[in-house]
């Protein structure tokens, strides 16, 4: 397991945020060149961002933008794929969170950040209208 805080040979950066979810990159998840497709890796990030803002909505949330999505390096099968999240800011109804995906490889430094982007969630009630989030409790 990496400790949080050793420092990634890759920028010499960490991850910024906490981990939301792990996962491993498998051969059905390649392009026809045989690195992971970039659709699947997003789709864990948004998965991961689902995770981070549901527990600051405290309940359903809905992704409606994903800006400045970066692929730094790509991703191959077997690759341990950790997505990161951070708050960027809370708005009434909405959440802006910063996303890194960094991946574990064998035979490599320990961590290598592979992409990142921010996504916007809007809090949403059962009906799937907009709701409010209560921004005490999400920034504690």
């Known amino acids: 397991m990496v400790d949080k805080h050793e420092k990634s040979h890759d920028e010499g950066a960490m991850p910024r945020g ?7 990159a498998m051969p059905g998840d390649t392009n026809p060149s045989g690195d992971i497709f970039g659709g699947w890796l997003m789709s864990q990030m948004d998965i991961a961002g689902g995770v981070l803002a549901s527990q600051i909505a405290e309940g359903r949330v ?8 970066t692929f730094h390096r790509p991703v191959y099968v077997g690759d341990v794929v950790c997505v990161y999240g951070d708050i960027d800011r809370i708005g009434n109804t909405s959440m802006v969170l910063h996303l890194e995906a960094w991946v574990l490889r064998r035979n490599q430094p320990p961590r290598i950040k592979v992409t990142e982007a921010t996504f916007t969630f809007v809090a949403i009630d059962a009906n799937g209208r907009p ?10």
């Open 18 to 24: 906490d981990m939301c979810t792990r996962t491993l």
């Open 62 to 69: 809905a992704t409606v933008a994903v800006d400045g999505m």
């Open 131 to 140: 709701r409010p989030v209560r921004k005490d409790e999400a920034m504690a």
